[in-house]
């Protein structure tokens, strides 16, 4: 069945640093790809997104690509900050109504000043 | 916008009792809307896919019976955990998607319950 494989956390950066959270998945077809975060205490938030092989998606200063040759979805960021302490769970979703997404185990990044 | 609520947030409840769980999309229709499980420092595991006016759909190894879904409206879904047990407790979210759209999901804040 379809899965999406992350790297382990937890990810402890300094402020400023350079961030790559892997993100592997396996599916048939041509899946939708995603990345959530969830800050402390809240609920998920969709951070971006791509739809088709060679897509970028980019938000906030995140960007990630939909590799298809590798199917890989890796999220990148140049600078990060403090307030960038989350978990971030990349995940997939067939492109049908009422299809579910399947997650990620999540990536837990700590940025310190 | 689009907003997704769930009440209560948190709750608390004694072995044997049963909860119900509100999910509702604040501004706009949900067709679709999704419960998963959230064990601590784990990932969300799919419970159920539930669509208004018709019987949910649940995961392998999810008890029907146990974790009754309702999907009254296009704009809310319950969860139901009967006969609560302490190996019930867990972080609950649900997420739905907007009518006629087919990827992006809108979640919840979750609901922690613990079952004493």
């Known amino acids: 069945g379809d899965s999406v494989t992350q790297m382990e956390g937890p990810v402890t950066l300094s402020e400023e640093a350079f961030l790559t959270i892997n993100c592997t998945y396996t599916?048939?077809?041509?899946?939708?790809l995603f990345w959530y975060v969830q800050y402390p205490g809240e609920g998920l938030q969709l951070l971006l997104k791509a739809t088709k092989a060679d897509d970028k998606g980019s938000n906030k200063g995140f960007e990630a690509t939909y590799r298809k040759e590798t199917t890989s979805f890796h999220l990148e960021k140049g600078s990060v900050q403090v307030s960038d302490s989350a978990v971030y769970f990349c995940?997939?979703?067939?492109?049908?109504?009422?299809?579910?997404?399947?997650f990620g185990k999540g990536t837990t990044l700590s940025v310190s000043s | 916008g689009a907003v997704v609520s769930q009440h209560p947030s948190w709750v608390i409840c004694k072995s044997g009792t049963s909860v119900k769980i509100e999910c509702r999309s604040l501004?706009?229709?949900?067709?679709?809307m999704f419960w998963y499980r959230q064990f601590p420092k784990q990932s969300l595991m799919l419970m159920a896919t539930s669509n208004e006016g018709s019987k949910a759909t649940y995961e392998q190894g999810v008890e029907k019976d146990k974790f009754l879904i309702n999907h009254a409206s296009l704009t809310l879904s319950t969860l139901t955990v009967t006969s609560a047990h302490p190996e019930d407790s867990s972080f609950y979210i649900c997420?739905?998607?907007?009518?006629?759209?087919?990827?992006?999901?809108?979640f919840g804040p979750g609901t922690r319950l613990t079952v004493l």
């Open positions: 997420s739905a998607k907007k009518t006629r759209s087919t990827d992006t999901q809108y």
């Open positions: 599916a048939t077809g041509y899946p939708s």
């Open positions: 995940a997939l979703s067939h492109n049908q109504a009422g299809t579910a997404l399947i």
């Open positions: 501004d706009f229709q949900a067709t679709t």
